[in-house]
């Protein structure tokens, strides 16, 4: 979308966005005459400057098309819509807008996946240098458009069924804190029932994981793979759910856990209807949006609601009672401002879209229609299970000292496509992790540090690795600090997965290397999942493919 027109459709000026989207029609028309004609398509036959007339005429057809198919309908129902059409208030969503958005939305989405589409197959190697790098800037967009779009067209699809268009629905919702890692980002602490109906959101029992008993077995069978990674806490703990980074798994089995406490509660009367999960550093963009929070005399804000959350409460507050209460003072409060519609609207979107963009913000809908409209996307979670789609792997954290001592963990995970043979491509992958915890981290509160119990003293802390290979893949060649690893190597769901134990003490730092292979015919970009952390960025990443 052109910069000018983006720019007048978020400053809702409706008149200036329809004036340029006319200036946008006409000279994009006009470019595909110029380059449709009998002229232009013998130039695209000519030496040395073939290509770059192809790839010219490619960018203008995709433009007018997108002109009057794809912005048109954009631009149309902008003229009644704007950022706080959206937004709550008192509590709900406009649900006949979302409704009224499924056209549009849907008549976009698939005119710019086309032009996507369109012009992804243009080789454009051999480009003049002027050329390449017009067409690399209009296809990137288009194509950052077409992934936006298609999250919007799935999101309208199922939003007015999960928020009660056709009678209560129930959720619960995890605040993961990522103090004490867990694969798909903490362990899950405070927990809230979400109730929706007829688009009014409401919030009911707040409880906290260690409200769930520890059972002798599993609260549901766990698979021999299952079992090996994680072992039978997977089941048996609330607080471990997430030691898997299928957030699908998790949600079944916190599902579970929540079914067999409320039994013979008027609660059951309701079974979940799904699960939803955020941490704070996604909250800490929900504050930018609605101000700050004035919470028993601590004030959080979009700056230090990580740094509070994570390791001050821990710091402050000795008693985990009183650690609780204040956690779901925190979540009731944020929840209860966000939905009555405080703060701008626009800056509450962007918040929630960056939230989801770094897997911060989890959906787990356990009616089959509705999941399978979201898998796929970041908000889903679901670990891919498809062996002939493009390379996928994943790279997960989970603490085994029961700590608060993850907060001081920084981490940066780089995966490269080095070399194509034969349709597989080979990978190699690269942790650099230190610890910042302070140097006296032994006398901090028993709360941060735990009681120094597994071997481990106070102010230390392991970390286990699991390197996800990708389907019917390879991992080897691990390697820490530059000799070989400590390792396990498991299977989980078709993928070999090496895990590796790190242990650290405060300021150290280790470096983890490895290489992966792809399998058979995963000759597409590699998506490379990683477990979010305390740093407010996303270290996820796409590697570019090494056969093309």
């Known amino acids: 979308m052109p910069r000018s027109l983006r720019a007048a459709l978020t400053d809702g000026d409706q008149q200036r966005a329809e ?74 969503l406009p649900l006949a807008k979302i409704k009224g958005l499924a056209d549009p939305v849907t008549q976009a989405s698939e005119a710019f996946t086309t032009a996507d589409e369109r012009l992804g197959v243009v080789d454009t190697e051999h480009l003049l240098a002027a050329v390449k790098t017009r067409y690399d800037d209009v296809a990137g967009q288009i194509g950052d458009a077409s992934t936006t779009l298609q999250s919007a067209e799935r999101a309208v699809q199922v939003l007015p069924s999960m928020l009660g268009a056709d009678g209560v629905r129930r959720y619960l919702l995890l605040f993961q804190n990522n103090a004490e890692i867990r694969a798909t980002g903490g362990m899950p602490g405070a927990m809230s029932v979400i109730d929706t109906n007829a688009g009014q959101i409401s919030m009911g029992e707040q409880i906290t994981a260690g409200d769930f008993a520890e059972l002798d077995h599993p609260v549901l069978p766990l698979t021999k793979e299952e079992r090996a990674l994680f072992g039978p806490q997977l089941g048996t703990y609330a607080q471990d759910v997430n030691f898997t980074p299928d957030f699908a798994r998790t949600a079944e089995l916190i599902a579970a856990h929540w079914a067999r406490r409320e039994a013979g509660t008027p609660q059951a009367a309701h079974p979940l209807d799904g699960v939803l999960s955020m941490d704070p550093v996604a909250l800490s963009y929900l504050l930018e949006a609605t101000g700050p929070l004035e919470i028993d005399g601590v004030t959080l804000t979009a700056d230090n609601a990580v740094q509070e959350l994570l390791n001050g409460t821990y710091l402050r507050l000795s008693d985990p009672a009183d650690q609780d209460a204040f956690f779901r003072d925190v979540a009731r409060e944020v929840f209860e401002k966000a939905v009555s519609g405080a703060g701008d609207p626009a800056t509450l979107l962007r918040a929630l879209g960056r939230g989801a963009d770094e897997h911060r913000l989890l959906v787990h809908s356990f009616d089959s229609a509705e999941q399978g409209v979201l ?163 996303n270290e996820s990443s796409l590697a570019p493919s090494a056969c093309r």
């Open 19 to 92: 004036a340029e989207l006319a200036a946008l029609q006409d000279s994009a028309d006009a470019a595909a005459n110029r380059t449709s004609g009998l002229t232009w398509r013998l130039a695209e036959h000519l030496p040395l400057l073939g290509d770059d007339a192809t790839a010219v005429a490619q960018i203008s057809t995709a433009m007018a098309d997108l002109g009057h198919q794809g912005l048109a309908p954009i631009v149309d129902v902008a003229g009644s819509l704007d950022a706080g059409s959206f937004a709550p208030r008192d509590g709900r």
């Open 375 to 537: 898998a796929g996307t970041a908000v889903s979670g679901d670990f891919p299970a498809d062996p002939s789609a493009d390379p996928d792997v994943a790279v997960a954290f989970n603490d085994a000292t029961a700590t608060k001592m993850s907060y001081y963990l920084d981490y940066d995970v780089d995966v490269t496509a080095r070399s194509c043979t034969d349709g597989a491509q080979e990978l190699t992958g690269h942790l650099q992790m230190v610890s910042n915890a302070p140097k006296d981290a032994a006398d901090l509160p028993e709360s941060v540090t735990g009681p120094g119990l597994y071997g481990v003293p106070r102010g230390a802390q392991i970390v286990v690795a699991d390197l996800y290979g990708p389907i019917d893949g390879t991992v080897t060649d691990v390697r820490l600090d530059g000799k070989r690893a400590g390792q396990t190597m498991r299977q989980f769901q078709g993928r070999r997965v090496a895990q590796v134990p790190l242990y650290f003490e405060s300021g150290q730092s280790i470096e983890l290397t490895w290489t992966m292979t792809t399998g058979a015919d995963q000759t597409g970009s590699t998506d490379v999942w990683v477990t979010p952390g305390v740093q407010p960025e």
